[in-house]
């Protein structure tokens, strides 16, 4: 012990004495800064203060080449708490700028700031950033633009010029307000008033017109369109009027190009598609709106504007896509989603694991819970509650990693279940009312690192049968290797990120519910496997870069204590 307090001391000593050498060599990855502030906006004939990035609504994005790193600082001027999530950055070795709150980090609090780094290594294509903090993501959001990797390119022929298309929602009331009022009363949160693209609803709506957003295009060139999914609570429809549309991408990776008329998009998921402008110039709306996979949806429809260049005269209305997929069309959702396959070429290999060493069967629930004298606005008269088997995710009062690398007992635990409590027609009619009823905690469930993880969904007619669960695993992509009907469907990982990992439904509204969870995946064999700074492990000058990061990233009270957390990143509990 005296030992290792002597060395903290000594490397402490080194610090100060190099600090200016640190400083530069952190100085080295370039950095922007995100400004979170109310800004007053207006849109569909009202007008209100939102949280925004920079004033900006959507937020501003961020372009990166394949295998860059960046620095950004943000700074919390808002009034609520807050945090930042790079939506498909996997980021090894550094779940700390993972960004869920109360998980990965505690929220950065009004005035307060926190750096994040962002590594990213694999992903190519389009992401996106957003709030990850009760429903801020409403407003706190924009495009990551992942260029191939200098002297490589695209596996397709380079598009023209490109746009980032962001389907969003505008809410009328103050989306903080409307989600803790459903919590408290366990009914529905209120529906959006209007869907957005790029943060205009469009011709459509009322007031909505003159800001419609619209892109112009040459005839005979085509166009990189890359799609954004941040509606809060809804799948959509996409389509271009009179436009075939060649998807390429998906997630941040290629897939095998799919020609087709409609996008089906869900929350979270992004999509690269070329469009090439082979019509007669003219006006085409652009055009979204939602699949009732859901009991609570606005009908509603929002629009953009492709406009040719060129002499002609305008029309008074664009031509709007009739093969816009009706709202009840599972057919049309379930057809898209068949033809997915990854690219699986030479420059963009797949690894599918060919055996499973860990089977996870994970049953999907909306039901509630208990109300005093039956008075809350939920099924029964209780309040509306959430489950992945049966468990209902309960927020922690310190973040999870940080609780798990500094052994903080009472936090969590890690009997999160491999399989449902019990098994029965999972989609059959008229289930008893006690399986709608979860248990609370908050529970993890610990992965053996680079195991290969088999993971069964398994939706359940529990209360809420008519909805489809976009699953969000932090740090890592899935293997979809099978499903049945769009109500099971079978995922392979593998674990080779340590660290904590959220895993969630994207239907905004559920995950409030508690549809969530965690993964801890154990430490790899040797430190490089592990977790550590600024893309080093524990010793020598990388010990320090370390420690200075750790001291920024969780706040610690000291240096010392800052050296004293990184001496135990190799050593943490497995």
């Excluded at 008329?261 to 999509?271: L, S």
């Excluded at 979860?438 to 359940?460: A, M, R, Y």
């Excluded at 010793?539 to 050296?563: F, Q």
Aim: aromatic share 12%; with cysteine.
């Amino acid at each position: 012990m005296e030992l290792k307090k002597s060395l903290k001391l000594e490397l402490l000593g080194f610090m100060l004495l190099n600090v200016f050498v640190l400083s530069m060599a952190r100085k080295a990855l370039p950095s922007i800064n995100f400004v979170l502030k109310e800004t007053e906006y207006t849109r569909s004939c009202s007008s209100k203060k939102i949280l925004t990035v920079n004033g900006q609504f959507p937020g501003p994005p961020l372009y990166v080449h394949k295998g860059d790193r960046l620095i950004v600082n943000v700074y919390n001027q808002g009034t609520y708490n807050v945090t930042i999530h790079w939506h498909g950055v996997k980021q090894p070795r550094n779940p700390w700028s993972d960004g869920p709150n109360y998980v990965t980090q505690c929220p950065i609090k009004p005035g307060a700031n926190f750096s994040y780094e962002i590594i990213f290594s694999a992903e190519e294509g389009t992401l996106w950033w957003h709030a990850h903090s009760d429903w801020t993501r409403a407003t706190v959001h924009g495009p990551i633009i992942v260029y191939p990797s200098f002297g490589t390119t695209y596996p397709f022929p380079k598009p023209h010029a490109e746009f980032p298309i962001v389907l969003g929602e505008w809410y009328k009331g103050d989306v903080m307000e409307i989600i803790q009022s459903a919590l408290i009363s366990g009914g529905e949160p209120n529906m959006s008033d209007a869907y957005t693209i790029n943060g205009q609803p469009g011709d459509l709506y009322n007031c909505s017109k003159p800001g419609t957003f619209n892109i112009m295009v040459d005839y005979g060139k085509t166009y990189l369109l890359r799609l954004i999914g941040s509606i809060m609570n809804e799948e959509m429809f996409f389509a271009v009027a009179q436009h075939n549309l060649t998807v390429v991408g998906k997630d941040g990776a290629y897939i095998k190009p799919i020609k087709t008329d409609y996008i089906v998009i869900t929350p979270g998921q992004t999509v690269d598609i070329l469009l090439t402008a082979n019509k007669s110039p003219n006006h085409y709306y652009m055009a979204a709106s939602a699949y009732a996979g859901a009991s609570v949806y606005d009908n509603t429809t929002t629009t953009a504007i492709v406009k040719y260049s060129g002499n002609y005269t305008a029309p008074s209305t664009p031509a709007f896509p009739s093969h816009l997929p009706n709202y009840t069309d599972i057919d049309a959702v379930t057809n898209f989603t068949n033809r997915i396959r990854a690219l699986a070429s030479k420059d963009h290999p797949v690894d599918v694991p060919q055996k499973v060493d860990t089977r996870l069967y994970i049953t999907i629930s909306v039901g509630s819970v208990p109300c005093v004298n039956n008075s809350c606005e939920g099924p029964q008269g209780g309040k509306l509650a959430a489950s992945l088997n049966n468990i209902s995710f309960v927020e922690p009062v310190v973040d999870l990693l940080q609780a798990y690398y500094r052994k903080t007992g009472g936090i969590f635990t890690t009997d999160f279940p491999d399989f449902p409590p019990y098994f029965f027609n999972f989609t059959a009619d008229g289930l008893p009312f006690n399986l709608s009823v979860p248990l609370k905690g908050t529970k993890v469930n610990v992965l053996e690192f680079n195991s290969s993880v088999e993971i069964v969904f398994q939706v359940t007619n529990v209360s809420d049968a008519a909805e489809n669960h976009p699953m969000h695993l932090h740090g890592y992509s899935f293997y979809n290797v099978g499903y049945l009907d769009l109500v099971s469907e079978i995922l392979i990982i593998r674990p080779t990120l340590k660290g904590v990992w959220f895993m969630h439904c994207y239907l905004d509204r559920h995950s409030s519910w508690g549809m969530d969870m965690a993964f801890i995946v154990k430490n790899g064999p040797t430190s490089s496997k592990g977790i550590g700074g600024v893309g080093s492990g524990c010793s020598d000058l990388g010990r320090l870069g370390a420690a200075m990061n750790t001291y920024e990233r969780i706040k610690t009270p000291s240096i010392t204590e800052a050296l004293g957390v990184c001496f135990e990143l190799e050593t943490a509990p497995d």
